[in-house]
């Protein structure tokens, strides 16, 4: 990951990060990161806090994109627009109002492993 990639996250009180990529198919710019990373209830979250295994993975809670703020380089703020979360993950993939110049690449590079790039 490149420095020109790189977010960081705030939510509340809480700090997280993640990569800020173009779509290869459109002009689009999304930020991919953790769930838990962009979630506003980790300070009372009891599963979270008792640190249940994949609690984070399965929760449905919707996430108040209001409340989170995404820094890059040069503390440019982006505006999360709309976010979609993948079912039993953690990962959140949020587009954004900014415009990225680096589209994120997924390519094969050995048999049977893939690298992001």
């Known amino acids: 990951m ?3 990639n790189a977010v960081k996250i705030k939510v509340n009180d809480s ?6 990529f173009k779509a290869s198919s ?3 710019s999304f930020v991919i990161s953790s769930k838990h990373g962009l979630c506003s209830r980790q300070s ?5 806090l008792d640190n249940v295994q994949n609690c984070c993975r399965l929760c449905t809670q919707d996430l108040n994109i ?3 703020s995404f820094e890059i380089e040069g503390n440019k703020k982006l505006k999360p627009i709309s976010y979609f979360s993948l079912e039993n993950k953690d990962i959140v993939i949020t587009k ?10 997924i390519g ?10």
């Open 2 to 4: 490149s420095r020109k």
């Open 15 to 20: 700090e997280s990060s993640g990569y800020f």
């Open 26 to 28: 459109k002009d689009d």
């Open 44 to 48: 009372d979250c009891e599963e979270f």
């Open 66 to 68: 209001d409340n989170i």
């Open 96 to 105: 954004v109002d900014g415009v990225s110049n680096y589209p994120l690449r």
């Open 108 to 117: 094969k590079i050995e048999k049977e492993k893939y690298y992001t790039y």
